[in-house]
């Protein structure tokens, strides 16, 4: 079997090495504190289980969907989760679309609008599916920086202008994965008029909109004023619902985005199991994330707070599972990795895995397997003082 020659353009899996340090480790039989993986730990709300239970008892489920667009009273559901928590109305025939989790509708969106020979903006750091995509499709990825300076915001009248020209779609995230840095909604009304200008597509990606702590609730781009002409936002249950594995999401926005999504997805995949769709769509507006949240919180602080103590100066993200930290002065962000690997049986990302200006970071993830109430962040934080030479 020969494979197709665009395989080969996939970049190379910068985590290997750290993911052959990690199998060594495990299977010399140490406690490895792992903060790599940004997958809730906690099981889906019992309630949620229990409706997916009553639907797939339902005949109507068993079949294709033949929707236009989505199981209708997912979508339906969605509409209204999305009014109350955005205060903005979506018409589901038209504005929304449901996705087998927001990684399929961000690399089928890349289908939909990039040729060869056209652009995508990415972010450097940034989560790779669409860069990754754009290159399958034989597209460009130019990535943009985000910087700590700019609140890991992008100056998009830095991208040069025959850049921009040939640019389909920017792709922007936030609250952010890798930095979990947030976006204000005078931002968002930036992007949108720059996309106005422009005519380049905005894709944004939610996924972590329902992650929030210390009374912060992140805005959706949706939200600002003509928005729904040029910005298409996915949206998932993944992260908000501990819901990673049932493949669960919707995209909102430009009705013509929408339309040219539905269109690659309809000759690709047919549409989720209705009664996972059904299940999501209660879950949205009638099960509660804030047992989950408040675990991840009480692990942010610890985390944060001990490394503050160990010299770093962080502050507490307001969103998103992860925290980026800066390596300490000699290490790169892999040399570091391994350190905490090798000395303190601690596992964080290096921050080059998410582009080259990711490099001066780690990300460590809060969703870490085994941790009841924060003790596994703390031995970490004690491994790490008592392991690890810091070169403050
Ligand atoms: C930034 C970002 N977007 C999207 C996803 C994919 O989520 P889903 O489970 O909805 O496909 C992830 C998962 O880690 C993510 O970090």
């Given amino acids: 079997m020969q494979q197709a020659k665009r395989l080969s353009l996939i970049p190379p899996y910068l985590f290997g090495e750290i ?6 480790a495990l299977a010399e039989g140490k406690d490895l504190i792992d903060l790599g993986i940004g997958d809730p730990d906690q099981p889906t709300p019992i309630e949620v289980i229990d409706h997916l239970t009553e639907y797939s008892h339902d005949p109507s489920t ?3 969907d033949e929707s236009a667009n989505g199981r209708v009273e997912f979508l339906d559901q969605a509409a209204v989760w999305f009014k109350s928590r955005f205060g903005v109305d979506l018409d589901p025939k038209t504005e929304m679309l449901e996705l087998i989790g927001s990684k399929e509708g961000l690399a089928h969106i890349v289908w939909a609008t990039i040729d060869p020979g056209d652009v995508a903006l990415v972010p450097d750091p940034g989560y790779t599916v669409v ?20 609140g890991f915001l992008p100056e998009l009248e830095k991208i040069p202008a025959d850049v921009v020209k040939k640019a389909k779609i920017i792709y922007l995230n936030y609250p952010n994965n890798p930095t979990g840095a ?12 720059w996309a106005r200008e422009t005519g ?12 929030n702590f210390d009374g912060y609730k ?12 040029v910005a298409i936002e996915m949206h998932s249950l993944s992260k908000t619902f501990n819901m990673t594995g049932w493949r669960i999401g919707f995209a909102a926005g430009s009705p013509d985005a929408i339309k040219a999504l539905n269109t690659l997805k309809s000759n690709v995949d047919s549409k989720q199991f209705a009664a996972i769709a059904l299940t999501a769509g209660w879950a949205l507006n009638n099960a509660s994330n804030s047992a989950a949240l408040e675990l991840i919180k009480r692990r942010r602080d610890i985390l944060v707070d001990g490394l503050n103590r160990l010299g770093w100066s962080l502050e507490k993200p307001k969103a998103t599972f992860y925290v980026w930290a800066p390596v300490p002065p000699g290490y790169t962000s ?15 990302i290096p921050g080059l895995g998410y582009g080259p200006h990711g490099d001066g970071f780690i990300r460590m993830s809060l969703t870490v397997n085994g941790d009841k109430n924060g ?17 403050w």
Avoid: M, W
């Avoid at 993911?19 to 060594?24: D, H, I, N, S, Y």
């Avoid at 947030?182 to 008029?193: G, P, R």
């Avoid at 992140?218 to 002409?229: D, F, R, T, W």
């Avoid at 892999?334 to 964080?348: G, M, P, R, S, Y």
């Fill in 218 to 229: 992140a805005p959706s781009i949706l939200e600002v004023e003509g928005a729904k002409e």
């Fill in 19 to 24: 993911a052959r340090l990690k199998r060594q």
């Fill in 62 to 64: 068993h079949c294709y």
């Fill in 334 to 348: 892999v040399t570091f990795a391994k350190t905490l690997l090798e000395d303190a049986n601690v596992l964080a």
């Fill in 375 to 391: 003790e596994r962040l703390a031995q970490a934080i004690e491994r790490i003082r008592d392991g690890v030479k810091l070169n």
């Fill in 182 to 193: 947030i976006a204000t909604k005078e931002f968002f009304q930036k992007v949108v008029n």
């Fill in 200 to 211: 380049v597509l905005v894709v944004h990606d939610c996924a972590y909109s329902e992650v």
């Fill in 131 to 150: 860069k990754v995509n754009t290159l399958l499709a034989g597209g460009t990825p130019y990535e943009f920086p985000l910087l700590p300076e700019n």
